[in-house]
């Protein structure tokens, strides 16, 4: 297993488009978590899945970010109507119960334009 | 206040220094992560600990519950070591962690 995966890694974009980013989690991991990251601060958490079911959403998802795991599997974060305020880096993390430990991906980076 | 605390922001220490980095939380914990990344990359994680100390190499990290605070210690520092470092606590009844500020390392040659 190569650990977390995440595609793009970067990502240029213009304000109003949407975008989707995808994260591969560890296999047999169940928890599966989305973080996002701004230059010099640390990760915010914006959401969290237990196998298929989003479990948890922060005040920080608003109405133009929506997230899914539809398999348990892999996951999809897509971002529609793209504002400036929206450039970060986006990391995908998972975990299994019981355990505790977390992995984290290398990260995708947006860029809106 | 925040939640999770990071002291210093930034440090800068030539190679082979003793370098520790101090993490303070507020709220009740299970465990506390110590996370290092490396610029433009992504999270690594170090070590996680629920009491008393563990050991990784040249990394030691240890807690002290009572005092809710936690120290990242580098021994005979390296230029690869520079990242920056960030501890990280999950939030009581929630399925998420609560990231400090993070501290940028750099270890000069």
């Known amino acids: 297993d190569t650990g977390v995966s995440q595609d793009p890694r970067h990502k240029i974009t213009k304000r109003g488009q949407n975008v989707t980013f995808r994260c591969d989690p560890i296999?047999?991991?169940?928890?599966l978590y989305w973080y996002r990251q701004t230059l010099g601060q640390g990760p915010e958490f914006l959401t969290y899945?237990?196998?298929?079911?989003?479990?948890?959403k922060s005040r920080l998802l608003s109405d133009r970010f929506s997230a899914e795991r539809p398999k348990g599997s892999f996951s999809t974060l897509e971002i529609q109507r793209t504002e400036q305020g929206d450039s970060a880096m986006y990391l995908c993390?998972?975990?299994?119960?019981?355990?505790?430990?977390?992995?984290f991906g290398e990260g995708s980076w947006l860029t809106v334009v | 206040k925040n939640e999770v605390e990071q002291s210093p922001q930034n440090l800068t220490a030539q190679e082979g220094e003793f370098i520790t980095i101090n993490c303070s939380y507020s709220?009740?914990?299970?465990?506390l992560h110590w996370l290092q990344q490396h610029p433009g990359g992504g999270i690594v994680s170090l070590f996680m600990?629920?009491?008393g100390k563990k050991k990784h190499g040249r990394l030691i990290a240890t807690i002290n519950i009572q005092e809710k605070h936690s120290s990242l210690h580098i021994t005979a520092s390296h230029p690869r070591d520079s990242a920056v470092y960030i501890c990280?606590?999950?939030?009581?009844?929630?399925?998420?962690?609560?990231f400090g500020q993070g501290t940028r390392l750099t270890i000069n040659p």
């Open positions: 990280a606590v999950p939030v009581q009844g929630a399925q998420k962690l609560v």
């Open positions: 600990l629920s009491s």
């Open positions: 993390a998972s975990s299994y119960d019981g355990t505790g430990a977390i992995y």
């Open positions: 709220v009740g914990i299970s465990a």
């Open positions: 899945f237990q196998n298929e079911a989003q479990l948890e």
């Open positions: 296999s047999e991991h169940n928890r």
